[in-house]
């Protein structure tokens, strides 16, 4: 670790020792290392596709071209791209039983293609999924991988011939309650959180860690940059996941 140690590492290292019903809750920082950038940061992808209009609900229902040409610009992103060691240490966590779920933001598969085996909970759905929204058939990402490429316009059900939704929670799309409840549930039960590479700054998911710590866990956060939520922190640590976490789990 050399001169980047963090000294509060040690403290973190010693609290996971001593639980057992730990949680992690990750965003976009996890899977920065793996080549997906975060959407939201200066030249990230939001920047040449504004979101508010290509990944909108209500503009998808009218105007699916949008959507679709988004995906389109996010294939190549995407394709390459594979779990890192930040995701295989949280694997490494669950065996020494320790963890006891994943609470996501992201929608990259990453935790399950790590091989993670708890709930993994994915409060803004899997790119992997998608359905037909007239005959509800199953639609595979190879399929719309394939399709997208070769294809210009908009993807429709091979089956129907009916729209095509994204498994992917769109801005303004109505959040599933259910998926909400198992994640309150598991935040209400656990001693520890572990908030990994989230700048907290999307509602209603944010309040997840909120509700854990007033019920009594400790948050542990391990972000690049600070966040306008460290102050909820019981230990805070600073510096690159893939780095971290890892050292973190292996010194336990
Ligand atoms: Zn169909």
């Not at 793996?34 to 939001?46: A, T, V, Y």
């Not at 959507?67 to 295989?88: D, G, Q, S, T, V």
């Not at 719309?144 to 992917?168: A, E, F, M, Q, Y």
């Amino acid at each position: 670790m050399g001169e980047y140690f963090d000294p509060q590492i040690s403290v973190a290292i010693d609290l996971i020792r001593y639980h057992e019903h730990i949680v992690a809750f990750t965003g976009a920082g996890i899977s920065t290392s793996s080549g997906i950038e975060d959407f939201r940061s200066p030249g990230g992808l939001w920047e040449q596709y504004n979101p508010l209009q290509y990944a909108n609900y209500s503009v998808f229902l009218k105007k699916p071209q949008y959507y679709w040409e988004l995906e389109r610009a996010m294939i190549p992103r995407f394709e390459h791209a594979r779990p890192n060691k930040a995701h295989k240490a949280l694997v490494k966590l669950e065996k020494m039983g320790k963890l006891q779920a994943i609470i996501t933001q992201n929608m990259d598969n990453f935790h399950q293609e790590a091989g993670s085996k708890v709930p993994v909970i994915e409060l803004h759905g899997n790119k992997n999924r998608a359905y037909c929204m007239d005959c509800h058939t199953p639609i595979k990402r190879s399929f719309l991988t394939k399709w997208l490429k070769h294809n210009s316009g908009i993807p429709i059900c091979p089956v129907c011939g009916g729209r095509i939704k994204p498994d992917v929670v769109l801005f303004n799309e109505p959040f599933a309650e259910d998926l909400l409840e198992q994640a309150t549930e598991f935040a209400e039960n656990c001693e520890i959180m572990l908030v990994l590479g989230t700048s907290l700054s999307v509602f209603p998911a944010n309040q997840i860690p909120l509700l854990a710590r007033k019920m009594g866990a400790k948050l542990i956060f391990i972000n690049k940059d600070p966040t306008f939520m460290d102050k909820y922190a019981t230990l805070r640590i600073l510096g690159d996941l893939e780095t971290y976490l890892p050292f973190l789990v292996s010194n336990i």
